[in-house]
């Protein structure tokens, strides 16, 4: 399997653009997690999706962020306007659960990130 | 308070040198703990996975839960430059997974580690 492919891997961009980030997960996988990285915050998640459907969005900054899953190989996440605040790393993961007690085998694998610079 | 403290450094060491990561929590739900290692420019990917409380090793690598403490470290033995990276703790505790059906994972901001040949 490829893993999870991310893409832009790099995206400049003026303030007050429209940003678009794409995710692929590992196909079978039932959940899909979209985080941000920075020095200062560490690794927050955003959002995630369970069966495409949001689960938990309590990690979204603000309106200017929203995330969708049409179907179970495809999500974006996307910022508009954008604002030199929200320069990070974002990450896709995704992982499956299939119920019961976790195991490693429900671990989340990331993707190589989006790294998204505003000016 | 946040939910998972962990030292950012960076820590360097020569080497072949002990290291020792360590991260504290607050919310004694928590009943699954990793390790995850991230190279530069890279995504994290899972190094270490333990539940509940006592010692796991795999390797050159030990990972140790202290649930009375609200403690958890990773110790790596004979360090080599290739363990140059970041490495985050992660928490998540069986009820979030549960409720969402997912394993939905609270991070450490993670350490830097540089070995040096």
């Known amino acids: 399997d490829a893993g999870v492919i991310q893409s832009p891997r790099h995206e400049v961009t003026e303030m007050g653009q429209e940003v678009t980030l794409r995710c692929k997960p590992i196909s079978g996988h039932n959940s899909l997690f979209w985080y941000r990285q920075t020095m200062m915050r560490g690794l927050e998640l955003l959002i995630y999706f369970n069966n495409n459907v949001p689960i938990d969005d309590s990690g979204m900054p603000e309106d200017r962020f929203s995330a969708k899953m049409p179907n179970a190989s495809f999500s974006t996440l996307k910022i508009q306007p954008s604002e030199p605040r929200d320069s990070a790393v974002y990450f896709c993961?995704?992982?499956?659960?299939?119920?019961?007690?976790?195991?490693?085998?429900?671990?989340?694998?990331f993707g190589p990130g989006t790294r998204l610079t505003v000016l | 308070q946040k939910e998972v403290e962990q030292d950012p450094g960076p820590l360097s060491v020569p080497e072949g040198a002990i290291v020792s990561l360590n991260c504290t929590y607050s919310n004694s739900a928590f009943q699954y703990f990793m390790w995850y290692r991230q190279y530069s420019r890279k995504g994290p990917e899972l190094l270490m996975y333990t539940y509940s409380s006592g010692n796991k090793e795999d390797g050159r690598f030990t990972a140790q839960v202290d649930k009375s403490s609200k403690y958890i470290s990773l110790f790596i033995r004979d360090s080599q430059p290739s363990d140059s990276a970041t490495y985050l703790c992660?928490?998540?505790?069986?009820?979030?997974?549960?409720?969402?059906?997912?394993?939905?994972?609270?991070f450490g901001k993670g350490m830097k580690l540089t070995v040096n040949p």
């Open positions: 993961a995704s992982s499956f659960y299939a119920g019961g007690p976790p195991d490693p085998t429900d671990t989340q694998y």
């Open positions: 992660a928490m998540s505790n069986y009820m979030l997974l549960t409720q969402g059906g997912s394993e939905k994972l609270v």
